[in-house]
């Protein structure tokens, strides 16, 4: 005999009461298949982030910039002294080529009379006595963020390599998405 209000159990709710433990656990099943999966996908992509961390703080100079020449050069105010300094792993187009003014215009944006940090790698001047240097404004990459946006290319000027493998991520991606200058072919 059953108490009044409890249903005797019958086969048809034994059966649903299967199928839902059932159906639970297959949603946890199903869950940890797409995670398992995500992660595998996720193991076959190239580390996006630097080999060689360069935090800012610690191995730059401060300096305040003056003017920006074009996409991947700028005049700075270093100890009292005017300072050319050509950015580090990246090339965007010069003045007679396809994207100039907004490769410019975008480092312009970047920069454009900002305190940066300037970070030396290997190198400290080119042929030209410009200082080789990789920027950053507060925690944004300046040379990193022009590859990204597509207005500069990675290009590697050894033995100043330290983020090279970082830059050519992003160039990949700024490529594929057709970013910046990328639809204009200035970089083919």
Not at 11 to 26: I, K, P, T, V
């Amino acid at each position: 005999m059953v108490a009044p209000g409890v249903h005797e159990p019958n086969e048809d709710f034994m059966l649903s009461s299967r199928l839902a433990r059932r159906s639970g656990w297959c949603r946890w099943a199903l869950l940890w298949a797409v995670v398992a999966l995500m992660l595998a996908g996720c193991a076959g992509l190239e580390q996006l982030a630097p080999t060689e961390v360069i935090a800012p703080g610690a191995q730059g100079e401060q300096a305040s910039v003056t003017r920006v020449i074009d996409g991947d050069t700028i005049d700075v105010r270093l100890g009292g002294q005017i300072y050319r300094v050509r950015y580090i792993g990246v090339n965007t187009p010069e003045r007679d080529e396809t994207c100039y003014t907004e490769a410019t215009a975008a480092n312009t944006a970047l920069v454009q009379g900002q305190t940066v940090t300037l970070v030396r790698d290997v190198s400290n001047t080119d042929v030209h006595g410009r200082l080789l240097r990789y920027v950053y404004v507060g925690e944004v990459f300046v040379n990193a963020e022009l590859v990204a946006g597509g207005y500069a290319e990675a290009r590697a000027y050894p033995p100043d390599t330290a983020q090279q493998r970082y830059l050519d991520s992003l160039e990949r991606a700024a490529r594929a998405a057709g970013r910046g200058c990328y639809p204009t072919g200035v970089f083919d």
